[in-house]
């Protein structure tokens, strides 16, 4: 099942950056909150998605959200069989918009073992890669958490991500394996000198022609993941925000080329269900501005 090669180009040499619009069930409500939808406007799960799904809709049907800035958008399960705008919210996003597909396939995380949360088991997951192929999705995101630098934990975030990874590219669907590093461990440093070593080791028994997509922590020691964006394996890294603010994270992703931002809620800072359209689009039009110089810095 080949790859789609226009997106492929997108993504490989195109300018910009991912937009993450996955929140998903645990932090949907979050995210609801700074964008202004209390959780008195919803009593119930669909609700709150009805919710978030105008929060999301109104950002990629902006004018100021286009393939211009934005290479890539990761949805939530969810909004992937949905609408944007009276279409299937994938194909709006290519066929409108130019921006490419991506789908969070994980369920959540584990509870923490070893200094690490893996993910929580993919039931029907040959079922949702075949659904998001058909659909026109060229790959998936799935997401780990690092707390400690426990040698043993680190290894099998790992191990479970490529394994994880290896099943995404035969459906013929580029991963995004995303081991995230707590920004407020004690051992962050040295746990990325850890995780590089062990990104680099899996990545070399990879084939080139399949490569994977990398979203990583934003480093301690800037340039650090130089090896990764220079890996023939890899097609992408792309960055998370991870807490920092906007600004923040803008400022740290400029100092690490080759690297481009993959952010949720550092997209969305700023933007309020209570804005009008005008004021709505002028502070999402800065927002992607912010995000995109510091990705092609």
Same mark, same amino acid.
């Given at each position: 099942?080949?790859?789609?090669?226009?997106?492929?180009?997108?993504?490989?040499?195109?300018?910009?950056?991912?937009?993450?619009?996955?929140?998903?069930?645990?932090?949907?409500?979050?995210?609801?909150?700074?964008?202004?939808?209390? #959780?008195? %406007?919803?009593?119930?799960?669909?609700?709150?998605?009805?919710?978030?799904?105008?929060?999301?809709?109104?950002?990629?049907?902006?004018?100021?959200?286009?393939?211009?800035?934005? @290479?890539?958008?990761?949805?939530? +399960?969810?909004?992937?069989?949905?609408?944007?705008?009276?279409?299937?919210?994938?194909? $709006?996003?290519?066929?409108?918009?130019?921006?490419?597909?991506?789908?969070?396939?994980?369920?959540?995380?584990?509870? +923490?073992?070893?200094?690490?949360?893996?993910?929580?088991?993919?039931?029907?997951?040959?079922?949702?890669?075949?659904? %998001?192929?058909?659909?026109?999705?060229?790959?998936?995101? #799935?997401?780990?958490?690092?707390?400690?630098?426990?040698? /043993?934990?680190?290894?099998?975030?790992?191990?479970?991500?490529? #394994?994880?990874?290896?099943?995404?590219?035969?459906?013929?669907?580029?991963?995004?394996?995303?081991?995230?590093?707590?920004?407020?461990?004690?051992?962050?440093?040295?746990?990325?000198?850890?995780?590089?070593?062990?990104?680099? +080791?899996?990545?070399?028994?990879?084939?080139?022609? !399949?490569?994977?997509?990398? /979203? @990583? !922590?934003?480093?301690?020691?800037?340039?650090?993941?130089?090896? @990764?964006?220079?890996?023939?394996?890899?097609? /992408?890294?792309?960055?998370?925000?991870?807490?920092?603010?906007?600004?923040?994270?803008? %400022?740290?992703?400029?100092?690490?080329?080759?690297?481009?931002?993959?952010?949720?809620?550092?997209? !969305?800072?700023?933007?309020?269900?209570?804005?009008?359209?005008?004021? $709505?689009?002028?502070?999402?039009?800065?927002?992607?501005?912010?995000?995109?110089?510091?990705?092609?810095?």
């Amino acid at each position: 099942m080949a790859i789609h090669p226009q997106q492929r180009d997108r993504i490989a040499s195109g300018k910009g950056f991912i937009a993450a619009l996955d929140q998903s069930g645990g932090s949907t409500p979050k995210a609801l909150k700074l964008y202004g939808v209390d #959780e008195s %406007a919803y009593s119930n799960e669909q609700e709150m998605f009805e919710q978030v799904h105008a929060m999301r809709t109104r950002i990629v049907t902006s004018p100021a959200f286009s393939g211009e800035r934005v @290479l890539g958008a990761i949805l939530f +399960e969810r909004t992937m069989d949905d609408d944007f705008a009276g279409k299937n919210a994938v194909a $709006y996003l290519w066929e409108d918009k130019g921006v490419v597909p991506f789908l969070k396939i994980d369920k959540g995380l584990a509870d +923490e073992a070893d200094g690490v949360q893996k993910m929580k088991p993919i039931p029907g997951l040959a079922d949702l890669l075949a659904r %998001a192929k058909a659909r026109g999705v060229f790959g998936t995101k #799935e997401r780990s958490v690092i707390k400690a630098n426990n040698a /043993k934990g680190i290894a099998e975030v790992l191990d479970q991500q490529f #394994e994880l990874g290896q099943q995404v590219l035969a459906a013929g669907l580029v991963p995004i394996i995303e081991p995230e590093v707590d920004i407020n461990s004690p051992d962050k440093q040295a746990i990325e000198v850890e995780l590089k070593r062990g990104l680099l +080791e899996r990545l070399d028994r990879l084939d080139p022609a !399949t490569p994977v997509m990398l /979203k @990583l !922590t934003l480093p301690s020691v800037d340039g650090y993941f130089q090896e @990764l964006v220079d890996h023939p394996a890899v097609l /992408k890294v792309v960055a998370l925000s991870g807490g920092y603010s906007r600004d923040d994270a803008n %400022a740290m992703l400029a100092r690490n080329p080759g690297v481009i931002a993959s952010f949720s809620r550092a997209l !969305t800072e700023g933007l309020s269900a209570q804005q009008d359209d005008a004021a $709505y689009n002028q502070a999402l039009d800065a927002s992607i501005e912010s995000i995109y110089r510091a990705s092609i810095a």
